[in-house]
Antibody, heavy 118, light 107 residues
Framework: QMQLQESGPGLVKSSETLSLTCTVSGGSISNKNYYWGWIRQSPEKSLEWIAN???????YYSPSLESRITISVDTSSNRFSLTLTSVTAADTAVYYC??????????WGKGTTVTVSS | EILLTQSPDSQSVTPGEKVTITCRAS??????LHWYQQKPGQSPKLLIKYASQSMSGVPSRFSGSGSGTDFTLTINSLDTEDAAVYFC?????????FGPGTKVDIK
């Protein structure tokens, strides 16, 4: 059974860079049928799509975050990662990684809470 | 960007009653609308894809309908385990967007 697990620092200082990794188990990240994505959920509880990546490295970014984010994939370790620069309090959220079956997210990680401190 | 609105914001329902949640898109999205259930402390779970296709293992009391700009998630005969927030999500175009969610409580 496929599982995704987010990892990264729970606390990041304002203006610094956030780096998160998602480890995929129970299946290959190189499966041609899927993309891999990041979604976050703010304390106000709304969901925000961040980015998707294909195993080839093809990416889709949210326009509102595109200038600050980079998503990458490492097929040798079955992981993909998110980097978010110049974080502010507005980036405080639960960050989820997910498997994207082209149009919908059918497998989600448990999420990792990131707090941006001043 | 395609905006999604949901109604109601929240609903308190007696077990056994029917629940109807509406999601409206700011422009036509065909059937590229998906529904998720999120229980407290858990990650979202995909219930319905492409407006009306139920995911494997989802109880038959959950159903979806609609196309274009107006969509509905129906829970027939609410069970206590259905207490959750329900989100719609569109994939007609990037960026993917989500509705604000509808909270369903049990009376």
């Amino acid at each position: 059974q496929m599982q995704l697990q987010e990892s990264g620092p729970g606390l990041v200082k304002s203006s610094e860079t956030l780096s998160l990794t998602c480890t995929v188990s129970g299946g290959s990240i190189s499966n041609k049928n899927y993309y891999w994505g990041w979604i976050r959920q703010s304390p106000e509880k709304s969901l925000e799509w961040i980015a998707n990546i294909y195993y080839t490295g093809s990416t889709y970014y949210s326009p509102s975050l595109e200038s600050r984010i980079t998503i990458s994939v490492d097929t040798s370790s079955n992981r993909f990662s998110l980097t978010l620069t110049s974080v502010t309090a507005a980036d405080t959220a639960v960050y989820y990684c997910a498997r994207v079956a082209r149009d919908y997210m059918d497998v989600w990680g448990k999420g990792t809470t990131v707090t941006v401190s001043s | 960007e395609i905006l999604l609105t949901q109604s109601p914001d929240s609903q308190s329902v007696t077990p056994g009653e029917k629940v109807t949640i509406t999601c409206r898109a700011s422009q036509s999205i065909g059937s590229n609308l998906h529904w998720y259930q999120q229980k407290p402390g858990q990650s979202p779970k995909l219930l319905i894809k492409y407006a009306s296709q139920s995911m494997s293992g989802v109880p038959s009391r959950f159903s979806g309908s609609g196309s274009g700009t107006d969509f509905t998630l129906t829970i027939n005969s609410l069970d206590t385990e259905d207490a959750a927030v329900y989100f719609c999500h569109q994939s007609r175009g990037f960026p993917f967007t989500f509705g604000p969610g509808t909270k369903v409580d049990i009376k």
